[in-house]
């Protein structure tokens, strides 16, 4: 059956989702390849993920400025150019791309290159000319930037998070357009060096996805730093003049209003991948864009899955990988959960203060009438975080009232996307907060505030 | 420095309490003689007196849980002091002060030792059935028996699903095709009903049971009763177990050993008749026990049992008055039941189950047939105290002196 096919499993896109699960698939025996248009890594690794990390590392360290000139060094900024700042951005972003090239090529993995559309159920017509077949076609075509009418994305003063990266040059000021976690990490990057940054969001307070008690600490700490934020706030229009955007704004009561800056990025979520990859020649018709998949994220064909991006599960790197796995496990026969649960996933703001969370809000709590009880800590009860100038943060867990199951965490602070693992992993194992209270923590350390959190849920919080 | 307070024996055959309530909460100021809390025991619901003074800084042992004596349910110290180091002082390492000493652990290392072998075994097997802490707490809060769970976690793990999944089969069954409209209800024991299973259970387990049956001729019982009842007005006349009771008391004088307990490898044979006679309450049963029957009068003994029943029903009977009776009677009658056999009560080696009093044809002697009042009454004996013989010469005595009352003065 095999031999009639070119490949077991043909994986089109090599973003956090594809290329995952092309090494998968090889690992468990599968002959896999991988069709790719641009470059290898996809937006993760090329232009999202990784080179924001490197811009936002670098900014971390242009603000610890004020901690050198504190212990009475005097820094002198006249040679600063932010274009340094951007090609080391890229050199992290081309390391981790030539890093998946080797790994692809170590797992045995045939690396397609090309524009891969779907013309069958088991066929990719690559660039239009050349079909290759494959018993199963993996579809991890991603996402771009999502354009909004009357905001068209120019490259110049209309940008897209893409474009945000590419900038070599720092604006005066700029308007963000969004404030979930691109536009959140953005803001933190653009102030830390020096950028008048305002914020504008429809809804009625930053990062809507996050606990309202987390999104609060990142909402003030950024009030603190000068950073401009207007909730609830409609974009109206954009004009562009005299080198400089103009957008009207609209509060909740009508009231309109204009905001002038050198820029405006536009954050306003993501667009699947999905036209322009043939899902008309299997009759698959889309959803919001998305395409519907159900156990192991196969589509009505059984030969064709589809993963991360393009399909309408939180838009995330690592919920793209975990994906990719299930399905290529799916396909070699194992026998994987049939999807991921929801409420396992971790989320991330790399701004700083940093926010790592998972599960039940208190607010989504709430909604669903649950029973729960919280418990919150703030970073100044920790010895380790006043040593390092790091109070600003809180930890909160959700618990429910009868069972004592966690139901989500949220922490808004130093170290908190990775923080938050501890507790997820306890709430995949279905740990209760005891077994973390009593589990002896490092002294001093940040985790001793998921230690603490957990004792006040158990209601003996030593040092609050 | 903080201390931890334990869990008290509020009675001699206590081994674990249920905080019913607590009566003091963290923060507040406590001194030696006050209640702080009420322990529902075997039987009762008692008040915990403290011996300690300070401040409660932390309840450890909630309301609704259970705790075995020794335990710590609080800890008492100055107010703010850290708690932390005597938090995660190990449960056994707790030197209680004397007066604070269970009444019974002077003594009784074997019974100690012996709960702590049964308690390790039964952890051992608990070990043995892999599941997540949040599983085994939602068991426990179901009152689910997670042997009966296969695990569908990593490595066979029980985890909260499976036990979803097991509520759910469990109450959702469909019964003959059509789905089911009731709901079986789901109800957490009481501290009550769990030491009845428990003792029931040890009872019928550690005693061989074997039971003996006689019919006796109620007649004169009931004839000595309407007489002596007759002058007196409603609320003082002699129930029916007054006088079973004290029957019942001048037979066990004859056979002692039906009047005894078994403890290890010696047999106790009490002094005094202690009897208890079950009585039925809204969550389970108690046996007010009325002393020393053997040396008390028919009215006294009917006065002392009215007393205790009354206690029993406000829940405020001590926990002297219905523990250590040396021989039981369950008394059925009233609720039309024939005959039926009982579960011994412990410390007691024998049980006697009455049945209701009915008019019935008897053939007599001379072959004509007669009607009689005839009670049926069943003897519940351990075999290892009690044997085949012993126990019918008993209730041969016990039937004469009720077929023929003037028999008890003898």
């Given at each position: ?464 | ?10 009675s001699p055959t206590m081994e ?26 075997d039987k009762a ?59 019974e ?6 019974r ?83 030491i009845i299973a428990e003792r029931m259970t040890e009872s019928m387990f550690s005693a061989p049971h074997f039971y003996l049956k ?27 177990n007054?006088?079973l009771i004290k029957f019942t008391a001048e037979a066990i004088k004859k056979h002692p050993v039906i009047n005894s307990s078994l403890k290890g490898d010696t047999l106790t044979l009490h002094a005094n008749i202690d009897i208890g006679i079950a009585v039925?309450?809204?969550?389970g049963l108690i046996t007010p026990v009325v002393r020393n029957c053997a040396g008390k009068?028919?009215?006294?003994i009917?006065?002392e049992l009215?007393?205790l029943?009354?206690?029993a029903?406000?829940?405020?009977i001590?926990n002297d008055e219905f523990t250590g009776a040396t021989f039981t009677i369950s008394n059925l ?7 039926f056999s009982a579960i011994i009560n412990p410390p007691g080696s024998a049980i006697l189950a009455i ?22 009454v069943t003897l519940s004996c351990d075999h290892r105290v009690i044997d085949g013989?012993t126990g019918a010469k008993f209730l041969?005595e016990l ?12």
């Amino acid at each position: 059956m095999n031999s009639q096919f070119n490949y077991k499993v043909l994986v089109i896109g090599t973003g956090p989702g594809g290329y995952v699960a092309a090494i998968r698939a090889s690992q468990l025996g599968l002959k896999t390849a991988v069709v790719e248009k641009d470059k290898l890594g996809g937006v993760c690794l090329n232009i999202g993920c990784i080179p924001s990390k490197s811009l936002i590392y670098q900014a971390e360290v242009f603000r610890s400025i004020k901690q050198l000139e504190h212990m009475g060094a005097k820094v002198d900024l006249t040679g600063f150019n932010y274009e340094n700042v951007f090609n080391k951005s890229r050199k992290s972003a081309d390391t981790l791309s030539k890093g998946i090239e080797y790994l692809l090529k170590k797992n045995n993995v045939d690396v397609i290159s090309g524009e891969g559309v779907i013309t069958g159920e088991h066929e990719v017509t690559i660039n239009r000319e050349k079909q290759i077949s494959a018993e199963n076609i993996v579809i991890a075509t991603g996402s771009r930037p999502k354009q909004i009418p009357g905001f068209e994305f120019d490259g110049e003063y209309v940008l897209s998070s893409t474009d945000a990266l590419f900038i070599k040059k720092l604006p005066k000021s700029m308007i963000i357009l969004g404030a979930g976690a691109i536009g959140m990490e953005f803001a933190h990057i653009f102030n830390a060096f020096g950028v008048d940054v305002h914020i504008v969001e429809l809804m009625d307070y930053i990062l809507p996805m996050e606990d309202r008690e987390t999104a609060d600490v990142l909402h003030k700490s950024f009030l603190k730093r000068g950073i401009k934020i207007s909730v609830s706030t409609k974009a109206v229009s954009l004009n562009k003049q005299n080198g400089l955007v103009e957008l009207v704004t609209e509060d909740k009561d009508g009231n309109k209003d204009s905001l002038q800056a050198d820029k405006i990025l536009v954050c306003v979520g993501r667009t699947p991948n999905t036209d322009n990859i043939g899902l008309e020649n299997i009759n698959i018709e889309v959803e919001k864009g998305f395409i519907p998949v159900g156990d192991y994220y196969r589509t009505k064909l059984n030969s064709v899955y589809a993963i991360g991006d393009a399909i309408n599960t939180p838009l995330l790197a690592h919920v793209a990988s975990k994906e990719g796995e299930i399905v290529v496990e799916h396909i070699a026969g194992k026998n994987p959960a049939p999807a991921i649960d929801p409420r396992h996933i971790p989320s991330a703001v790399y701004s700083v203060p940093e926010i790592g969370s998972f599960g039940y809000t208190e607010e989504k709590a709430k909604e669903a009438g649950i029973d729960y009880k919280k418990a919150v800590i703030p970073y100044k009860a920790s010895g380790k975080s006043i040593a390092v100038e790091h109070t600003e943060g809180i930890v909160k867990i959700i618990i429910d009232s009868k069972t004592n199951e966690i139901l989500g965490a949220h922490i808004a602070g130093a170290g908190a996307a990775d923080l938050i693992h501890e507790i997820l992993l306890a709430k995949t194992s279905e740990l209760l907060p005891q077994d973390i209270a009593t589990m002896i923590h490092a002294h001093p350390t940040l985790s001793e505030l998921v230690m603490e959190s957990m004792r006040a849920a158990c209601g003996w919080a030593v040092h609050i | 420095m903080a201390e931890k307070l334990p869990m008290l024996a509020l009675s001699p055959t206590m081994e674990e309490g249920i905080i019913a309530n607590w009566l003091k909460k963290e923060g507040d100021k406590i001194s030696s003689g006050d209640v702080i809390c009420q322990i529902e025991t075997d039987k009762a619901t008692m008040d915990y007196e403290t011996t300690a003074e300070g401040v409660i800084l932390k309840i450890v042992v909630h309301e609704g849980e259970k705790a075995m004596v020794g335990d710590t349910i609080a800890i008492v110290g100055a107010k703010d002091e850290n708690i932390t180091s005597v938090l995660e002082e190990p449960q056994n390492a707790k030197p209680a002060k004397p007066s604070e000493m269970p009444p019974e652990k002077t003594g009784s290392i074997d019974r100690e030792y012996d709960k702590n072998a049964r308690e390790s075994e039964t952890e051992n097997r608990k070990e043995q059935i892999k599941a997540s802490p949040l599983a085994k707490n939602i068991a426990r809060q179901h009152g689910i028996d997670l042997s009966l769970i296969r695990g569908t976690g990593p490595e066979g793990r029980i985890v909260k699903t499976d036990i979803e999944k097991y509520m759910k089969e469990k109450t959702g069954a469909p019964v003959s095709g059509i789905s089911p409209v009731l709901k079986d209800q789901v109800v957490e024991l009481s501290g009550k009903r769990k030491i009845i299973a428990e003792r029931m259970t040890e009872s019928m387990f550690s005693a061989p049971h074997f039971y003996l049956k006689i019919k006796i001729n109620a007649g004169s019982m009931l004839n000595a009763r309407n007489k002596l009842n007759a002058p007196l007005d409603d609320k003082n006349k002699i129930s029916l177990n007054a006088f079973l009771i004290k029957f019942t008391a001048e037979a066990i004088k004859k056979h002692p050993v039906i009047n005894s307990s078994l403890k290890g490898d010696t047999l106790t044979l009490h002094a005094n008749i202690d009897i208890g006679i079950a009585v039925e309450l809204k969550d389970g049963l108690i046996t007010p026990v009325v002393r020393n029957c053997a040396g008390k009068g028919i009215i006294q003994i009917d006065r002392e049992l009215k007393q205790l029943i009354e206690k029993a029903r406000n829940n405020t009977i001590r926990n002297d008055e219905f523990t250590g009776a040396t021989f039981t009677i369950s008394n059925l009658g009233s609720y039309a039941i024939d005959e039926f056999s009982a579960i011994i009560n412990p410390p007691g080696s024998a049980i006697l189950a009455i049945g209701k009093i009915s008019k019935e044809p008897v053939i007599s002697e001379d072959n004509s047939i007669e009607i009689q009042s005839v009670m049926r009454v069943t003897l519940s004996c351990d075999h290892r105290v009690i044997d085949g013989a012993t126990g019918a010469k008993f209730l041969a005595e016990l039937k004469n002196i009720i077929e023929n009352p003037v028999n008890a003065l003898l």
